[in-house]
Each structure stands twice: as C-alpha cells, then as structure tokens.
C-alpha cells in the first residue's frame, strides 16, 4: 500500500509545504533585506543576461560569468530563469525557493527509501518540512535551500556509485555522482564543507577497488574539473578575496568564537534543539533509544551499521566537525547537515509505538505552524516606504539609467533592494551607498546627481554619516526635492543637484591620470583604487569606461605609443577581469620602457591570474633580468612554483616576504 502511494504522499507533502510558505509570503511584508536582495540581484542580473529577463540581452559567456565574482553561478541562472516565468515581485521570485525545496525532498525520500523503504523515505521528508531552520530558509531568498538540495542529491549519489552491493557502481552512476557534485559547488563554496570529506572517503575507496573503478574516478573527476573551471578561472582572484571576507574577516568582526575555545565548540549544538525543533529532534532520540531497548530486551545481537548507514552517518559526521571548524559561525551552515540527520532521526521516529508516532508528529505540526503564526502577530511594523521612492526617482522614464546615492542602511531598507525594486520590469535604477567615511564627500558633491539621506536610526552607518549628510544638505549643490515618513521615526530625504550647480564632473577625464599612476609602481595604487572604488558607488552602472575606453583607443589610432592611453587600457582590463586583454597592453608598456620593473610586474600578476604561470615566470624573470625589483624577484619565484618548479621553494620562502617589505615600505612613504 505504502509503495503504491510513496510518490503521491511525496507530492502532497511539497504541495502542503509550498501552500503554507504561499501563506507566509502573503502575510509577511517585510522587504527583502541585505544578503536576500543581493542574491535576488543576481537572479536578476543571470536573467538578464541569458536574456530571459527585460532590461538585458545575450552578450556572450565572458560578461555571464563577470556576474558572479565572488559566488557561483548556478543558482542564479536556475532562480532568473524562474523569475523569468514567475514574475519578478520578491513573493514571486520565491517559487524558486519551492522549487529547491521539491528537489531537496525528492533526495531525502529516495536516500531514505534505499536504507529502509518508503515510509523511512516519507518520515524524513516530512521532518524536513517540520524542521525550523529549513522551514524559515524555504522563504528566505538566500543559497541555504539550494545547497541543502545539491549537497543531498550528491552524498546520496556519491554513496550509490560507492556501495558495490547496490550493483549500481557504473559509468552512469559515476558521471551522475559527478554532475550532482558539480552543481553543489557551483551553488555556494560552502558545500565544500560537507562534500570535502565524502569525496576524500570516496577517492580513497575507489582506488583501493579494480581498475574500471578507478578509471570512472578519474573520468568524474575530470567532469567536475570540465563543469568548474571556466567560472573558477574567470573568477579566481575575486573567488578567494571574497571567500576570506565572507569566513576569516566576518567572524572577526562579528567576534565569533573559533574551535580553540569550548564556546566554539558548543556553538552549534547549544542551537540544534530550535533549529531541527524540540520535538523532531527529541522524538527522533527517543526512539533510536527506544529501540536499541527493545532489543536488547529481546536478546538480539548488536551489529554495527551496515555501509549504506555508515556512510550517511560518517558524511554527516565529518561534515559536522568542518562547519564546527569553520571560523564563520552563523546558524544557516548548519543547514545543509539538517536533511542527514532527518533520515537518521526518522529511523527512531519510525521504532516508536503508532499511537505514540501519530502524537508526535501531530505536535511537531503544531508547534511548527505556532511559531509561523508567532512571527507573523510579531511583524506589525509598517512597511519601508521603498516603492513609493523608486517610483518617484525613476518618474516617467524608468529605462534610464540613474544612481541612486543610498546613506542609510538598514535590513529593511538599504541601498541592494533599492536596486533590486529599482530594476523591476526591465527599469535601470541602481543603489549604492556612501556616506559612512568623510572621504566621500568631494566625489559626491563633485558627482553625484541624486543622494537619499535620513533622519533618525541609520542603521548599520557609523556616526560619520552625520558628517556626510550635513555635507550635502549644507553644500548648496542639492536641493530638497521630497521626503518620506520612516515607519520607526525620522524621515527620508531625497535631494538632487540643482540645476543651478556645477554640472557633474566625468571620472572619464580623471581616469587616464590615475591610470598612469600605476607606472610609480605600489604608490600610485592607493589613490587609483580608493577614487575608483569611491566612483563605482557613483556611477553604480560604471558609464565611464565606455568613454574612457573610447577616447584611448582614439589617442591610440593617432599614436600609437600614448602612454596614458596604454595605461587606460591596461587598467579597463583589470577592472573588467580582462586579464590576457591587460597582459597585451601591459606588454606594450613593457616595450616602451624597459627599465621599469613595473610593467613586466603587473604582467606577470595579470597572467597569474589568467593561469598561465609559466608565462608570467618568463616575463618575471626576464625584467627582473633587467632592472632587479625584490617584486620581480617574488613574482618570478611564485610563478615558478605554480608553474611546477618545485626547486624554487626555497627562494618563494626568501623573496616573497622580502617583496611584502618592500611593497609596504613604499607604500608608507
């Protein structure tokens, strides 16, 4: 009876979880905060760019894979296709949430239904869908639920191609373990924290196994490594740089506690019981105690956990002590461990008596839909007056591109869903934000067009934004255009340039300057990237490099050794991560000076980032050849590393930290 029924009681499980997170959404009216309108920006943005979406078109793979710098793309692609089909109101763009969820079911179940049939399979889903954490994430636009999903079709796959005794270890078995590994880690990095030990546990097994064995390892290997390297080599440089602040530089400043501590240790478990719920989580562990009683009543031998179990239990296991581990603590990476320990508290949930069984689950139903109805009665706070000030700003012509200088930041109301709202419907507003360093100012009253200030709470701001925003309304370049009550007290304020001012300078102008500051070498970096960086919040479309890169390759048809213009062009090659177009024109610099160490230095660190090692060792080595530089030296010795030289080790030792010194000591003067 079970069996006939496994997959309709799947599918009414889904449904019912999806009805109920329908509900939630209609209820809830909060705006999406930080980390949800950016990921919701980026379903926008992939979208837009397969051109499924108003507001973009197809331009090629190089400008799809530049919109995922720092975070892998796939999720992205698969929540802008949906949006293209759902709508793009943030309650419609949550059916991709749903989405993920059905698949992150449909894995549970089947994982469960192979190590103990269906209704093992049908209890863990359900303790999926009563499981606090996972049940707030289903309306949550972040990556939890996705690669909860991916990592749970990848182990239960990863463990099929493993188990001999299943006779499913084959080439199709192997190449699907590979395809759902990929997809995990081209969802969020962090997948890496339960997969990496699996896929040690795996390696390992397979080469101890026959040769065919061994060969469908390194054929799913090489899948993976196909399937990953052209957005990890596009991205490379950003991918690390954004990884360290998203782990070691976050829990610094949130002041997490680290595995060198107890706290560190007791961080996760101290939270399991709210996160999994008391009652599925309890119910679980009463009954896997419950039935190691009933046999030992009985007499029964113990045997350990068969292979399919210990795997399900050593990945989780493993997983377990890595996010533990992990410097960043937050309770959403305990996420992808949750559909594990399901199957796992299922076994227990399933040994207890009927009458106790049905008792329970009634009560996890409850006090899963009482703490919704909880949260809900405690979100009586008016809503952000955020559309009204989009729709105001973007006025009778939405497809213009504008920026919006956005100074105060707060979960509901911040400068990413001001962009997001703002380009709605194909529309092209954009919010970025400054405000939070003095230093802002003279960019601002120099550029900006449109600046919304605030009184009262700020948000995340420090108190130098008071400083900013008396800089604007005290600078008489702005006029008070309009204001909008805040639903907590104070006001908004959106002021624009007055038409009577300056008009706003072009950064294109002052682009070809600081770009030929980077021939001083590490001192003319400071100033480049502080006013670049300072522009892109500006200019949040970044319309000045089509100008600058225009105007250099004019100068250049005229003459053709320009070196402002080289520089420029060099320079839009790095900001684009354009690292082989930089790498052209630094050679050309190269060329037209040839005792400058800088050049062949910002060559070999474009090529390096390029993957091509060898490459830049040459160019390294050989301006190093010419005008000895301590970071020629290095650069020459870390390519010659990467590039398989391993007997330069022992000078990488020497030089690079001689090359950091001497960078800062220029730097500092």
Request: charged share 15%; glycine share 8%; proline share 7%.
């Amino acid at each position: 009876m079970l069996k006939r029924c496994f997959w309709p009681l799947l599918a009414v499980l889904w449904l019912i979880s999806s009805g109920l997170d329908r509900l939630w959404l209609h209820l809830d009216q909060r705006l999406p905060a930080w980390d949800q309108a950016d990921y919701l920006n980026s379903a926008l943005d992939h979208g837009r760019a397969l051109g499924l979406i108003a507001g973009g078109s197809w331009q090629g793979w190089q400008a799809l894979l530049d919109l995922s710098p720092k975070i892998p793309p796939l999720a992205s692609l698969v929540n802008g296709s949906v949006i293209a089909i759902a709508g793009d109101a943030p309650d419609q763009a949550a059916w991709a949430l749903s989405l993920w969820f059905g698949l992150l079911l449909l894995a549970v179940a089947l994982w469960g239904r192979q190590l103990g049939g269906e209704a093992l399979g049908l209890m863990a889903a359900l303790l999926c869908c009563l499981m606090p954490l996972l049940a707030e994430l289903r309306v949550d636009f972040v990556l939890e639920i996705p690669v909860c999903a991916s990592c749970t079709w990848a182990l239960w796959l990863l463990g099929r191609w493993l188990q001999p005794q299943l006779k499913t270890a084959s080439w199709w078995q192997a190449l699907q373990a590979a395809v759902a590994v990929s997809a995990a880690l081209l969802i969020k990095q962090s997948a890496l924290l339960l997969l990496l030990p699996a896929l040690a546990w795996a390696s390992v097994s397979a080469l101890r196994q026959g040769r065919g064995r061994r060969l469908q390892l390194l054929a799913a290997v090489a899948l993976v490594l196909a399937l990953l390297l052209p957005w990890l080599q596009h991205n490379l440089v950003t991918t690390f740089g954004g990884t360290q602040r998203a782990t070691l530089e976050s829990a610094a400043r949130e002041g997490d506690p680290n595995a060198s501590s107890l706290a560190g240790w007791f961080w996760y478990p101290k939270r399991l019981p709210a996160l999994t719920g008391q009652v599925p989580l309890g119910g679980g562990i009463i009954g896997l105690v419950f039935a190691a009683w009933r046999r030992q009543k009985a007499n029964k031998a113990w045997h350990l956990p068969n292979q399919q179990w210990c795997w399900l239990l050593g990945s989780m296991a493993a997983g377990a002590l890595l996010t533990v581990l992990s410097p960043n603590k937050d309770p959403r990476y305990l996420a992808p461990l949750l559909p594990l320990l399901a199957i796992a508290l299922a076994k227990g949930w399933l040994a207890l008596p009927w009458p106790l069984l049905g008792l329970g689950i009634f009560t996890a139903s409850g006090f899963s839909l009482n703490a919704r109805a909880n949260a809900i009665e405690r979100q009586d706070t008016p809503a952000e007056p955020l559309e009204a000030i989009v729709r105001y700003v973007q006025a009778k012509n939405p497809n213009l591109e504008r920026t919006l200088i956005v100074v105060p930041s707060t979960g509901s109301f911040n400068q990413h869903n001001v962009s997001y709202f703002g380009r709605r419907a194909g529309a092209q507003l954009v919010g970025r934000q400054l405000g939070n360093n003095p230093a802002h100012i003279p960019a601002a009253l120099a550029s900006a067009e449109q600046v919304l200030l605030g009184t009262g709470y700020q948000g995340s701001v420090g108190a130098e934004v008071e400083v900013f925003n008396q800089a604007i309304r005290q600078s008489g370049i702005f006029k008070l255009q309009k204001s909008w009550p805040k639903p907590l007290g104070g006001n908004f304020e959106l002021w624009l340039r007055k038409q009577t001012a300056p008009k706003p300078l072009s950064f294109a102008a002052e682009f070809p300057e600081l770009a030929a500051g980077l021939a001083r070498g590490p001192q003319g970096l400071t100033p480049l990237f502080e006013a670049i960086g300072t522009q892109h919040q500006v200019d949040g479309h970044r319309s000045y490099q089509k100008i600058v890169r225009q105007n250099a390759l004019d100068k250049l048809a005229k003459n053709p050794n320009n070196q402002k213009a080289l520089w420029s062009m060099a320079l839009l090659g790095v900001l684009e991560n354009r690292a082989l177009e930089a790498e052209h024109w630094f050679a050309r610099l190269e060329q037209l000076n040839p005792n400058s160490p800088w050049p062949p230095a910002y060559r070999a660190v474009v090529l390096n980032a390029a993957w091509q090692p060898w490459r830049a060792k040459a160019v390294a080595d050989a301006g190093q050849m010419r005008s000895p530089n301590p970071l020629l030296q290095a650069l020459g010795d870390l390519s010659g590393l990467l590039s398989g030289e391993i007997w330069r080790f022992n000078q990488a030792r020497q030089s690079i930290p001689e090359a950091v010194q001497a960078v800062e000591q220029q730097l500092a003067n």
